[in-house]
Structures are given as structure tokens and as C-alpha cells.
T-cell receptor, first 114, second 112 residues
Framework: AQSVTQLGSHVSVSEGALVLLRCNYS??????LFWYVQYPNQGLQLLLK??????LVKGINGFEAEFKKSETSFHLTKPSAHMSDAAEYFC????????????FGTGTQLKVEL | DTEVTQTPKHLVMGMTNKKSLKCEQH?????MYWYKQKAKKPPELMFV???????INESVPSRFSPECPNSSLLNLHLHALQPEDSALYLC???????????FGPGTRLLVL
């Protein structure tokens, strides 16, 4: 079955430290992949997307993600965390043959500490 | 401009009330979506409209009734809701040909 897994429901980093949020998918056909961020009491904001072009994707707010087909992964990184990065992050996947449906991971709550 | 707007921001309703949520986009997108999101959970797809026609209904109870009057507007009519329907309701839109969905800020619904 096609699925999306986000390892770590909670991640805590110090301000200025590297942020790494993990996302793996299960599919034999490379899908389209997205990262969304949700701040408290707000909707989802698109951070970045992979749609079969460059495997290293740069997004907003200094985030980037690398698509690794061999590892079926699309991990999100940011070199230096800022307090304003504290939010819920969702990995989402559009699987081949899935029409307009997005499959979301369970989310990772990022906490940034001083 | 990638803005999707939703009104109202907050809604409190009784179980016998009838209310509607509204979503609007002016990006020329031809697919629009309703999602339900409970606290600390990912969004769950409810309905998809493609070219103003309902294309996906994820077995949503009939007390939720979607409507797409035109390509820019999406409504969700609510009737006889239950307290467990309290959640954040998110609208999204996308180009049918492309895959990126853009979300609105949501309507936070409380059913008493």
C-alpha cells in the first residue's frame, strides 16, 4: 500500500542548530512530494515541492529538501533554526494514479529552544 | 498571488443549526477541495471538485453538503452537526494539470 511516514512526531532543536525533519514514502513509482508548514491556528503553507525536476529543492524561509529515490525519502532541512520556525510540518505525497489526492504524513511538531 | 480566502474564521453552532462555510480563490484554479483537520492530526480529505463537478466524496456524512457555484467559489453547507464535527475546516485549490494545492487559513468550527 502507498503510504507516507514522518519519523518523529516531535523534534526539538536549539536556535541556530540544523533542522532535519524526515519523510519517507512507499511507492515503486516516484511521486510528487510536498512539505507544508502550519503555524498555530492557521492553514497550511507550502514550503517546497518536488515534481521530477531537480532532486534538491529549495523552498521558502531557508528550507530545502532532497529527493532520494533509492531511499524513498524527501527529508526537510534548514541549516540554522530560528525561533519563528516553531510549527507543525507535514510531508504530503501525490502518488501516481492517485488523481488529485494528497496523502499526508502524521506531522512533526518542531520546537526551537534558546 | 496564491491566496485562498475562507469565511468565517470562527463559527459556533448548535446541533440543530444550519450554517455555511465559504471558500474563494481567484487564481484560475479548476480544482477545489474541502479538508477536515482535528487537533494534532493531518488534514483529512472530504470533497474534491474538478471543473465545478464533484469528483471525490470521501464517504462524508450527508450532514455535510458541498456546493461549487462557479470556478472561484466553494461552499460547505452544514446541518445537524454533532459535537465530534468540531474541527478546523480547510479549503484548498489547485490547477487541475499541476499538483500543488494551496490552502486557505481555515474555519474553526465548534459544535455545541
Amino acid at each position: 500500500a502507498q503510504s507516507v511516514t514522518q519519523l518523529g512526531s516531535h523534534v526539538s532543536v536549539s536556535e541556530g542548530a540544523l533542522v532535519l525533519l524526515r519523510c519517507n514514502y512507499s511507492s515503486s513509482v516516484p511521486p510528487y512530494l510536498f512539505w507544508y508548514v502550519q503555524y498555530p491556528n492557521q492553514g497550511l503553507q507550502l514550503l517546497l515541492k518536488y515534481t521530477s525536476a531537480a532532486t534538491l529543492v529549495k523552498g521558502i524561509n531557508g528550507f530545502e529538501a532532497e529527493f532520494k529515490k533509492s531511499e524513498t525519502s524527501f527529508h526537510l532541512t534548514k541549516p540554522s533554526a530560528h525561533m519563528s520556525d516553531a510549527a507543525e510540518y507535514f510531508c504530503a505525497v501525490k502518488f501516481s494514479g492517485g488523481g488529485n489526492k494528497l496523502t499526508f504524513g502524521t506531522g512533526t511538531q518542531l520546537k526551537v529552544e534558546l | 498571488d496564491t491566496e485562498v480566502t475562507q469565511t468565517p474564521k470562527h463559527l459556533v453552532m448548535g446541533m440543530t443549526n444550519k450554517k455555511s462555510l465559504k471558500c474563494e480563490q481567484h487564481m484560475g484554479h479548476r480544482a477545489m477541495y474541502w479538508y477536515k483537520q482535528k487537533a494534532k492530526k493531518p488534514p483529512e480529505l472530504m470533497f474534491v471538485y474538478s471543473y465545478e463537478k464533484l469528483s471525490i466524496n470521501e464517504s462524508v456524512p450527508s450532514r455535510f453538503s458541498p456546493e461549487c457555484p462557479n470556478s472561484s467559489l466553494l461552499n460547505l453547507h452544514l446541518h445537524a452537526l454533532q459535537p465530534e464535527d468540531s474541527a478546523l475546516y480547510l479549503c484548498a485549490s489547485s490547477q487541475v494539470e499541476l499538483e500543488t494545492q494551496y490552502f486557505g487559513p481555515g474555519t474553526r468550527l465548534l459544535v455545541l
